[in-house]
C-alpha cells in the first residue's frame, strides 16, 4: 500500500514538473514569437534610418532576424524538456538534407535570390521584364520577388524563374532614348519636316542636348517618306516627353501643312486588245 502511494507520489511530481514545463515551453514560444516579430520590425525601421542604406536588403535582414530568433526558441523549448541540443543539430542537418532532396525547386528558389541579391541586376522600384512578367521590383525575398504592373496587378515571380530569364531593367541607366518612326507624304518638303521636329525638341528643356536629338530618313515606303525621330532624356522623363513630343510634332505638322499619309495603294485595270476572231464574229454580227 505504502509503494503504490510512493509510486502516486512520484507520478504526481512527474505530471506537475511535465505541466511545468510545458507551459513554460509554450510560454517560450509565445514570446519567442513575439520577440522575433519585435525585432524584425525594429530592424527594419532602423536600416531605415541608415542614409543610402540599399532599400533591396531591408527585407531580407529583417526576415533573417525573424528567423533567427525563432530557431533560438525552438531550441530553447527542446532544452526545456531535457533533449540535447547537439543532437537535435545533428537530426536538423539529416532532415535537411533529405528534405533538401525533396525540395530543389524551392531551394533553387532560395539560392537564385541569394544570387540576384549578390549580382543586382535590379533594385527596389526599378521597372524590369522579364519576358513572362514585368512590372516595379517591390521586394526581393529569399523565394519570389514582387513586382507591381503597369496596371496595378501584384505579381509574385519565383526567384529562379527571374534569374533563369533575360533581365531587361527600364530604370538602370540615368538617360533613355526617345525613338519612334514618323512617315510624311512623298509632295512634302522633308528638310522643312525635319527642321521643323528638330525645333520642337530643341526648345523641350526635358530633352537633353548631348547627344544631340536628331531627324533622319530612314526609309522610302510605297505610301511614305519615313522618318526617325531621335532623341535622349532622363530616364524618369521618358513616357512624359515621348507622349507630349508626338502630340507637338502632330499640331505642328497640321500648322505647317505637312501631311502624314495613311497606307493607300493604286489600282488599275486593263482591258486586253480584241482578238482577230472577236473582230471578224463582231464585224459578222454587224451584218
Known amino acids: 500500500m505504502e ?52 532599400p533591396t536588403l531591408k527585407p531580407l535582414l529583417s526576415t533573417l532576424v525573424r528567423y533567427a530568433i525563432l530557431a533560438i526558441t525552438i531550441l530553447a523549448v527542446l532544452h526545456r524538456f531535457g533533449v540535447e541540443t547537439t543532437s537535435v543539430i545533428a537530426l536538423l542537418g539529416a532532415a535537411g538534407l533529405a528534405l533538401g532532396l525533396a525540395l530543389q525547386g524551392t531551394l533553387s528558389d532560395v539560392s537564385a535570390g541569394v544570387m540576384l541579391l549578390i549580382l543586382r541586376p535590379f533594385r527596389v522600384g526599378d521597372y524590369i521584364d522579364i519576358g513572362t512578367a ?89 505610301s511614305s517618306v519615313d522618318l526617325i525621330v531621335r532623341c535622349w532624356v532622363k530616364n524618369a522623363d521618358y513616357w512624359d516627353t515621348l507622349f507630349d513630343l508626338q502630340k507637338q510634332v502632330k499640331q505642328a505638322f497640321d500648322a505647317a501643312n505637312i501631311a502624314i499619309p495613311f497606307p493607300q495603294q493604286a489600282l488599275s485595270f486593263r482591258i486586253p486588245p480584241k482578238s482577230p476572231q472577236d473582230s471578224a464574229s463582231t464585224s459578222g454580227n454587224s451584218h
Open 134 to 222: 514585368g512590372g516595379t521590383v517591390r521586394q526581393i525575398g529569399l523565394f519570389t520577388t514582387e513586382l507591381i504592373s503597369a496596371d496595378l496587378v501584384y505579381v509574385s515571380v519565383p526567384n529562379h524563374q527571374i534569374f533563369g530569364s533575360a533581365i531587361t531593367n527600364y530604370s538602370r541607366e540615368p538617360t533613355r532614348r526617345i525613338n519612334f518612326v514618323l512617315g510624311i507624304d512623298y509632295e512634302a518638303d522633308i528638310d522643312k519636316a525635319q527642321n521643323t521636329v528638330l525645333e520642337i525638341m530643341r526648345n523641350d528643356p526635358r530633352i537633353l542636348s548631348n547627344p544631340e536629338p536628331m531627324v533622319p530618313v530612314s526609309a522610302l515606303n510605297a
Open 3 to 54: 509503494f503504490a502511494k510512493l509510486n502516486m507520489s512520484a507520478l504526481e511530481a512527474l505530471a506537475v514538473v511535465s505541466a511545468v514545463d510545458l507551459a513554460s515551453a509554450i510560454l517560450i514560444l509565445i514570446a519567442g514569437w513575439l520577440i522575433s516579430g519585435w525585432l524584425s520590425r525594429l530592424t527594419y525601421r532602423g536600416l531605415n534610418r541608415i542614409p543610402h542604406f540599399d
